[in-house]
């Protein structure tokens, strides 16, 4: 493949992945974000940097900069600097890859783990272009210049000891919890853990609740192989973030299997309690109208329905409850030697249906993976438990328009929703 051919190849297979990315406002804040959270560092124009008499900041961003530029950064003293490659590309970013130099070039590219045959392709082509060391295939980049450390890099060798750091920076997903996740790297591009700092209130509200969480769940010695280790947790120049270890290994099967059981087992058991079912009827129903006003008179009909119908199947039943990690999926799973380990901790709760972890892990593999379990997986499993099971799709649902989720996650529940409502009535509700 011809160079100018693979650069084509790249830019498409990214724009066709992350059609939907960020804008420049929310790039802007990011940067100022990683450098400190100092509001007054500008991305500024070469030419006016250029001038003579210019007075230089502390911190420097500059796109795409010149050799000329980059001697004049190092005649004034800028001895500290950080290149990353922009992907997709300046107006539509997603991720900030490290343009490190030298015989072993660093993939930093650990960040994102794709499931999609799109993604999947897109991080292959990008990954074995980096490889090469040819810096042709990049479009925008950026360089991040300081005279001394920046805040984030003593934070870091403070925590770890390390001195020489690597950062990959990824903006997430636009929305109500976005946030800004930072890879941190030795010189040999091995991960040192993940920094997580809020760009929304909502995100800030998530990471002071994961680092609690996590301070939490590491109090248990059953745990503690299956989870990260918390680094730091704190208000950090005004924000609250999380500093966690790497998990090692590979990611997690995408089919439910006893690893899964045998680790929803162990984190139950940790705090085992039981609840009415009139309780979680009760709680599920006040998180659940907060949300359906904006979801249509359909969508209330539905949840009417289910209520109903849980109130029905639950009234007299002793619900089994526990922590729950509320998000598990194949892509918050490592597999390392026969053991499963889990991360994001945002949405963990100490106190849920132990059974909605199962039925969480079922509904995204099959929404977003389109995976069909197996028989074997327990088919009945939700059938078996349809009370339950219509009260985590209305938890679920309300979850999922809070964090402003693509259109087809929602239309899944919905599905799932006039399945088990119509199966328990006898009829489709209007």
């Not at 990690?325 to 132990?354: K, M, V």
Request: aromatic residues 8%; contains cysteine; hydrophobic residues 40%.
């Amino acid at each position: 493949m011809a160079g100018g051919d693979a650069v084509t190849s790249a830019a498409q297979a990214i724009e066709t992945v992350f059609r939907n990315s960020n804008g420049a406002s929310t790039l802007e804040d990011a940067l100022r974000l990683f450098v400190g959270g100092a509001l007054d560092v500008p991305t500024m124009d070469e030419v006016e940097l250029l001038k003579a008499g210019c007075k230089l900041p502390e911190v420097v961003i500059s796109w795409s900069p010149t050799s000329e530029f980059l001697k004049h950064l190092a005649i004034n003293g800028y001895t500290r600097m950080h290149r990353f490659a922009a992907l997709p590309s300046r107006k539509r970013p997603r991720w900030f890859l490290p343009q490190a130099h030298g015989r072993h070039p660093v993939d930093g590219f650990e960040i994102y783990a794709p499931f999609s045959p799109s993604g999947r392709l897109m991080k292959a082509i990008t990954v074995k272009l980096r490889k090469t060391a040819w810096q042709g295939w990049v479009g925008d980049n950026v360089l991040i210049a300081s005279r001394t450390a920046l805040p984030i890099e003593s934070l870091v060798s403070d925590i770890t000891g390390e001195s020489q750091l690597i950062f990959s920076l990824s903006l997430g997903t636009p929305g109500t919890f976005q946030k800004l996740t930072v890879q941190v790297m030795r010189s040999d591009g091995s991960i040192l853990g993940y920094l997580k700092m809020p760009l929304t209130n909502g995100a800030r509200q998530r990471l002071r609740h994961e680092g609690t969480f996590l301070r939490k769940l590491s109090g248990f010695p059953k745990l503690q192989a299956h989870i990260p280790r918390l680094l730091f947790a704190d208000s950090w120049r005004g924000n609250d973030i999380v500093f966690q270890s790497a998990l090692e290994g590979e990611t997690g099967p995408v089919s439910f299997t006893q690893l899964h059981e045998d680790f929803l087992q162990k984190l139950q058991s940790c705090q085992p309690s039981v609840s009415p079912g009139e309780t979680v009827i009760r709680d599920t129903a006040s998180k659940w109208e907060k949300i359906a006003p904006h979801l249509g008179a359909r969508w209330q009909n539905l949840g009417k329905e289910a209520l109903r119908i849980a109130a029905r199947e639950l009234r007299a039943i002793a619900v089994p409850c526990g922590i729950q990690h509320g998000d598990l999926t194949p892509w918050n799973t490592r597999l390392h030697q026969g053991r499963l380990a889990i991360f994001d901790w945002e949405s963990g709760s100490s106190n849920a249906p132990n059974l909605w972890d199962r039925f969480h892990f079922l509904a995204q593999t099959e929404c977003v993976l389109n995976k069909k379990p197996e028989v074997r997986e327990q088919p009945d499993l939700r059938e078996q438990n349809r009370g339950l099971y219509l009260l985590y799709l209305l938890h679920s649902t309300a979850q999922t328009a809070e964090e402003e989720a693509k259109q087809f996650a929602i239309d899944y529940r919905e599905e799932q929703m006039i399945r088990y409502v119509s199966a328990a009535s006898g009829r489709l509700p209007t």
